[in-house]
Nanobody, 126 residues
Framework: QVQLVESGGGLVQAGGSLRLACAAS????????MGWFRQAPGKEREFVAA????????YYVDSVKGRFTISRDNAKNTVYLQMNSLKPEDTAVYYC??????WGLGSPPLDGYDYWGQGTQVTVSS
């Protein structure tokens, strides 16, 4: 069992930055792919980014490439999402998630993760 707790959300102006963190419980953090997802009002949840167990390989949805960076610290059981050049369309509840499935052909699972956090609100004003 893995419990995930996100933090770092808030209100920021367009062009600004936020850093989300997700702290995981348990001693098996390093055995999971970690992902970030988001859900805007009235929209379905979408994949944002993922990072492999060792942290060496990352994957992003096209809309955040070059602006967001996912990283992890396995010693601290924490995954981060650095968000720069934020846009109003980035406004959403952001969730971190953990998954035990292998990556396929260089890309991670894009949904159906094993464990989910409760989410943190990110609001970007124009």
């Amino acid at each position: 069992q893995v419990q995930l707790v996100e933090s770092g959300g808030g209100l920021v102006q367009a062009g600004g930055s936020l850093r989300l963190a997700c702290a995981a419980s348990g001693r098996t953090f390093s055995s999971y792919t970690m992902g970030w997802f988001r859900q805007a009002p009235g929209k379905e949840r979408e994949f944002v980014a993922a990072i492999r167990r060792s942290g060496g390989i990352t994957y992003y949805v096209d809309s955040v490439k070059g602006r967001f960076t996912i990283s992890r610290d396995n010693a601290k059981n924490t995954v981060y999402l650095q968000m720069n050049s934020l846009k109003p369309e980035d406004t959403a509840v952001y969730y971190c998630a953990a998954d035990s499935r292998p990556w396929g052909l260089g890309s991670p699972p894009l949904d159906g993760y094993d464990y989910w956090g409760q989410g943190t609100q990110v609001t970007v004003s124009s």
